[in-house]
């Protein structure tokens, strides 16, 4: 069993080309911005504090 699948690769390759500036939408090939949003970019979650 592997630790990852394909999509994860994709997901953190979208995420860090648009963290660097770049457009993840072209590069994927997708038509539409949504669905690189939808399905591909992910967001670093805070933590929250207990105080």
Same mark, same amino acid.
């Given at each position: ?28 090939? +997708?038509?539409? =911005?949504?669905? $690189? /949003?939808? +399905?591909?970019? =992910?967001?670093? $979650? /805070?933590?929250?504090?207990? =105080?």
């Amino acid at each position: 069993m592997i630790p990852f699948q394909f999509k994860d690769i994709r997901a953190k390759h979208a995420t860090d080309l648009e963290e660097a500036g770049g457009d993840a939408t072209d590069n994927l090939q +997708h038509s539409y =911005r949504g669905s $690189t /949003k939808r +399905h591909y970019l =992910r967001k670093a $979650t /805070k933590a929250v504090g207990l =105080r």
